[in-house]
C-alpha cells in the first residue's frame, strides 16, 4: 500500500462517496449531495454512493471492519480508484481503511483543500492554501506515511549510515522526524510571508476608512461574483462549480449620481469548511470584518438553501460578522423549481430580495435598499473652505448631492446632502467649517 496516497488529488479518478453519519445527528438521505458536487468540482468521476448510519465510531476504521471489506467490494466491482468519506478520518483510520479496501482514502477535508489547490490563482491564494495543506497535514505524519524508518544510526558502516556522516552515527534520527522539521519549517516561512501581505491588505482597507464598504458574503456557488459583474461590471471569473473564486476582488459601486460605494467579493462558504483554511483565508475575509454591510447572497433555487445560510453564518460567527448589518438576497429566482422553498425562506426572512443576478431581476431594489442604509438619515450641511481644497469638493460629490456651489476669491460654500452616516468623516477633512442646516 506504499503508493495508494502518493497523490491526494483526485481528478479523473473514479470514486466511491461514503456517508457515516452518527444515529440521532438528524440525518437526511441527501447528505451526499454536497460531497457529489465537492467530489465533481475535485475532477472525480462518482461511480457509487454508499451511505451507512453507525452508532459509535470504530477507532481503528471508523465505520467497522466487516462495512470496509463490504466497501472493497463495491470499489473492486465499480472498479474504483478512490474512497471519499464525508467525515472527517483519523490517520490512523485511514491507513487501516486502506489496507483493507486496497484504494486511496481521502476525507472531506483533504478533498476541499484539493479544491482549493487547483482554485488558487493569486500568490496569495496559493500560499494560503499551502499553509492550510501543510497545518492538516503536520499532526497526521506520526501513521499517514509507510516510509517513517530510520535514516541514519548505528549502521555506520553501511549505505544509510554512511549518509549521515561523522557525528550523525547513534540512535539514529526517524525519517519522521525530518519530516516535521521541514515541514515545521516551510509552515513558519509561510506564516512570515503572509503576515507581510496580511499587513498590506489591512494597510489597503484602512485606506478605505472613508468609504462605504459593501461585502458579498454566502455559501460557494450562490451566485456573488455573477452579482459582482452585474452590479460592478467587474469582469469577475464566473463558473458553474463550487469555489470558483478564491481571490476577493474590490470595485467601486455608483448606486446613483453622488453616492459612490465600495464592493468586495469573498470566498464562498462550505459547510465543515476545514478550520486551516478559515484561519489561512483570515486576510481575505477581513474585507467582510470590516465592512460596513453585507450582503449575503443565497442560492434559492437550492433546496438545501437553509442548511447552507446555517452554514455561512457559522463562519461568520467564526470571524466575528455575525452581528453585522445584512441584507439577505435571495439569488437565482429565474431558476427556482420548488416554490414552496421560497416562500419558506421568504417567510422566515421578511426583508430578503428576490433576485436573479443573471437577468438582473430586482437589481433595482438591490440599489434603493442600499441607498437607503448608505445614507441613514439624509442631512443637509454647508461646508466653507478655501478654493484648493479639492479634496473636500471631491468627497461631497462622491458621497452626497451638491445642492449650491458659491465660489470667491478666498472661499467656497458648498450646500450639500448627504448620509449622517458621512458627517463625521466630513468633518475630519482639514481645512472645512461644516454645519448641519435644519430643512
Same mark, same amino acid.
Given at each position: 500500500?506504499?503508493?495508494?496516497?502518493?497523490?491526494?488529488?483526485?481528478?479523473?479518478?473514479?470514486?466511491?462517496?461514503?456517508?457515516?453519519?452518527?444515529?440521532?445527528?438528524?440525518?437526511?438521505?441527501?447528505?451526499?449531495?454536497?460531497?457529489? $458536487?465537492?467530489?465533481?468540482?475535485?475532477?472525480?468521476?462518482?461511480?457509487?454512493?454508499?451511505?451507512?448510519?453507525?452508532?459509535?465510531?470504530?477507532?481503528?476504521?471508523?465505520?467497522?471492519?466487516?462495512?470496509?471489506?463490504?466497501?472493497?467490494?463495491?470499489?473492486?466491482?465499480?472498479?474504483?480508484?478512490?474512497?471519499?468519506?464525508?467525515?472527517?478520518?483519523?490517520?490512523?483510520?485511514?491507513?487501516?481503511?486502506?489496507?483493507?479496501? *486496497?484504494?486511496?482514502?481521502?476525507?472531506?477535508?483533504?478533498?476541499?483543500?484539493?479544491?482549493?489547490?487547483?482554485?488558487?490563482?493569486?500568490?496569495?491564494?496559493?500560499?494560503?492554501? /499551502?499553509?492550510?495543506?501543510?497545518?492538516?497535514?503536520?499532526?497526521?505524519?506520526?501513521?499517514?506515511?509507510?516510509?517513517?524508518?530510520?535514516?541514519?544510526?548505528?549502521? %555506520?558502516?553501511?549505505?544509510?549510515? $554512511?549518509?549521515?556522516?561523522?557525528?550523525?552515527?547513534?540512535?539514529?534520527?526517524?525519517?519522521?522526524?525530518?519530516?516535521?522539521?521541514?515541514?515545521?519549517?516551510?509552515?513558519?516561512?509561510?506564516?512570515?510571508?503572509?503576515?507581510?501581505?496580511?499587513?498590506?491588505?489591512?494597510?489597503?482597507?484602512?485606506?478605505?476608512?472613508?468609504?462605504?464598504?459593501?461585502?458579498?458574503? %454566502?455559501?460557494?456557488?450562490?451566485?456573488? *461574483?455573477?452579482?459582482?459583474?452585474?452590479?460592478?461590471?467587474?469582469?469577475?471569473?464566473?463558473?458553474?462549480?463550487?469555489?470558483?473564486?478564491?481571490?476577493?476582488?474590490?470595485?467601486?459601486?455608483?448606486?446613483?449620481?453622488?453616492?459612490?460605494?465600495?464592493?468586495?467579493?469573498?470566498?464562498?462558504?462550505?459547510?465543515?469548511?476545514?478550520?486551516?483554511?478559515?484561519?489561512?483565508?483570515?486576510?481575505?475575509?477581513?474585507?467582510?470584518?470590516?465592512?460596513?454591510?453585507?450582503?449575503?447572497?443565497?442560492?434559492?433555487?437550492?433546496?438545501?438553501?437553509?442548511?447552507?445560510?446555517?452554514?455561512?453564518?457559522?463562519?461568520?460567527? /467564526?470571524?466575528?460578522?455575525?452581528?453585522?448589518?445584512?441584507?439577505?438576497?435571495?439569488?437565482?429566482?429565474?431558476?427556482?423549481?420548488?416554490? *414552496?422553498?421560497?416562500? *419558506?425562506?421568504?417567510?422566515?426572512?421578511?426583508?430578503?430580495?428576490?433576485?436573479?443576478?443573471?437577468?438582473?431581476?430586482?437589481?433595482?431594489?438591490?440599489?434603493?435598499?442600499?441607498? $437607503?442604509?448608505?445614507? %441613514?438619515?439624509?442631512?443637509?450641511?454647508?461646508?466653507?473652505?478655501?478654493?484648493?481644497? %479639492?479634496?473636500?469638493?471631491?468627497?461631497?460629490?462622491?458621497?452626497?448631492?451638491?445642492?449650491?456651489?458659491?465660489?470667491?476669491?478666498?472661499?467656497?460654500?458648498?450646500?450639500?446632502?448627504?448620509?449622517?452616516?458621512?458627517?463625521?468623516?466630513?468633518?475630519?477633512?482639514?481645512?472645512?467649517?461644516?454645519?448641519?442646516?435644519?430643512?
Amino acid at each position: 500500500m506504499e503508493k495508494v496516497r502518493e497523490q491526494l488529488q483526485v481528478r479523473k479518478e473514479r470514486a466511491i462517496l461514503v456517508g457515516a453519519p452518527l444515529r440521532g445527528n438528524g440525518f437526511k438521505g441527501d447528505n451526499l449531495v454536497e460531497l457529489t $458536487a465537492l467530489a465533481e468540482t475535485a475532477g472525480a468521476i462518482v461511480v457509487d454512493r454508499f451511505i451507512q448510519k453507525v452508532t459509535r465510531i470504530t477507532p481503528g476504521t471508523y465505520i467497522g471492519r466487516g462495512k470496509a471489506e463490504t466497501l472493497r467490494d463495491r470499489v473492486s466491482h465499480f472498479k474504483a480508484d478512490v474512497v471519499i468519506f464525508d467525515n472527517d478520518l483519523s490517520p490512523g483510520q485511514i491507513r487501516e481503511l486502506e489496507k483493507i479496501i *486496497s484504494a486511496k482514502v481521502l476525507d472531506r477535508s483533504e478533498l476541499i483543500l484539493d479544491i482549493f489547490a487547483t482554485r488558487a490563482r493569486t500568490r496569495q491564494a496559493r500560499l494560503q492554501v /499551502e499553509l492550510a495543506q501543510l497545518q492538516y497535514t503536520y499532526p497526521r505524519l506520526t501513521r499517514m506515511w509507510s516510509h517513517l524508518d530510520t535514516v541514519t544510526g548505528a549502521a %555506520g558502516a553501511g549505505a544509510v549510515g $554512511a549518509a549521515g556522516g561523522i557525528g550523525t552515527r547513534g540512535t539514529g534520527e526517524k525519517q519522521l522526524e525530518i519530516d516535521r522539521r521541514i515541514v515545521s519549517r516551510r509552515i513558519t516561512e509561510l506564516k512570515r510571508e503572509l503576515a507581510g501581505i496580511d499587513k498590506r491588505k489591512l494597510r489597503e482597507i484602512a485606506g478605505r476608512k472613508d468609504m462605504f464598504k459593501i461585502c458579498l458574503v %454566502g455559501y460557494t456557488n450562490a451566485g456573488k *461574483s455573477t452579482l459582482m459583474n452585474a452590479l460592478t461590471d467587474a469582469g469577475v471569473f464566473v463558473e458553474d462549480r463550487l469555489f470558483a473564486t478564491l481571490d476577493t476582488r474590490t470595485r467601486k459601486w455608483i448606486v446613483e449620481a453622488g453616492a459612490e460605494v465600495l464592493l468586495s467579493d469573498t470566498v464562498g462558504f462550505v459547510s465543515n469548511l476545514p478550520h486551516h483554511l478559515v484561519a489561512s483565508f483570515k486576510a481575505t475575509l477581513e474585507e467582510a470584518v470590516n465592512a460596513d454591510l453585507l450582503l449575503h447572497v443565497v442560492d434559492a433555487s437550492n433546496e438545501n438553501l437553509f442548511e447552507q445560510m446555517e452554514s455561512v453564518k457559522t463562519v461568520l460567527t /467564526e470571524i466575528g460578522c455575525d452581528k453585522k448589518d445584512t441584507i439577505v438576497l435571495l439569488n437565482k429566482a429565474d431558476a427556482i423549481r420548488n416554490i *414552496s422553498v421560497l416562500e *419558506s425562506a421568504q417567510t422566515i426572512h421578511p426583508d430578503a430580495i428576490c433576485i436573479s443576478a443573471r437577468t438582473g431581476m430586482n437589481l433595482d431594489i438591490v440599489a434603493q435598499r442600499v441607498l $437607503a442604509r448608505y445614507r %441613514g438619515r439624509e442631512i443637509r450641511v454647508r461646508v466653507e473652505s478655501t478654493p484648493g481644497n %479639492g479634496r473636500l469638493q471631491s468627497f461631497l460629490r462622491a458621497h452626497g448631492k451638491v445642492t449650491r456651489e458659491e465660489y470667491g476669491e478666498d472661499k467656497v460654500v458648498l450646500e450639500a446632502r448627504l448620509g449622517a452616516a458621512q458627517l463625521p468623516a466630513l468633518k475630519k477633512l482639514n481645512g472645512a467649517a461644516v454645519t448641519v442646516l435644519e430643512d
